[in-house]
């Protein structure tokens, strides 16, 4: 059984009658993971400023553990999906990535931003362990095709901030053996009942 913890802004479960967003930390999972700079402004326009980041992601990923799948950078975000083997690392890694990018970052940019990551919700960066391979299958499609999504591309392999470095099905067939998903948690934007056609 994997260890598992979680983390909130606050110790009361809901919000104007809504469930408050937490992280959970959890060893030996597969995480999707994104976050947006504030306001959607274009931090990673230059080419600079993307190698920063993609210095700063694979420096912290590699000191806590994170193997990504496959991540891509627009000029406004990124995502990225990958294992995790002790969960409770996960915060602290989010934290020095964000912290030295938006630092760093913030150097090439006409003003500097503050705060750099956050969405509407307030939140630096949204995470999900998933659940099945039928998710995982869905968040890699989603993370591999962002270039087309966004129109800078219609191939991924042709867009230089798009890295897989694990194909889908070798990184199933090893989370599926390490038993690296949680199987039977309801996953609420799954569990809505289907719209007729």
């Known amino acids: 059984m994997s ?29 999707l993971i994104t976050s947006r700079c504030s306001d959607r402004y274009h931090a990673f326009k230059s080419e600079a400023s993307k190698d920063v980041f993609w210095d700063r992601f694979t420096h912290y990923t590699t000191e806590y553990g994170f193997v990504p799948w496959v991540t891509t950078l627009v000029d406004n975000h990124y995502h990225t999906l990958g294992y995790l083997r002790v969960g409770k690392g996960l915060g602290q890694m989010m934290r020095k990535i964000h912290g030295s990018v938006a630092k760093m970052v913030n150097d090439f940019l006409p003003e500097r931003r503050r705060p ?69 948690v309801g996953y609420p934007r799954y569990d809505r009942p289907k719209r007729p056609k």
């Open 116 to 184: 750099f990551w956050r969405d509407e919700g307030g939140r630096d960066y949204f995470d999900g362990c998933l659940r099945d391979e039928v998710q995982c299958r869905r968040a890699y499609r989603y993370v591999l095709t962002q270039c087309r999504r966004h129109r800078i591309c219609a191939d991924w392999q042709s867009y230089r901030h798009t890295r897989m470095e694990i194909e889908l099905d070798r990184g199933l067939k090893r989370a599926i053996e390490l038993q690296a998903f949680m199987y039977g």
């Open 3 to 31: 260890r598992f913890g979680k983390c909130g802004q606050s110790e009361h479960e809901r919000f104007r009658d809504a469930h408050r967003f937490e992280h959970w930390y959890r060893d030996n999972t597969v995480y």
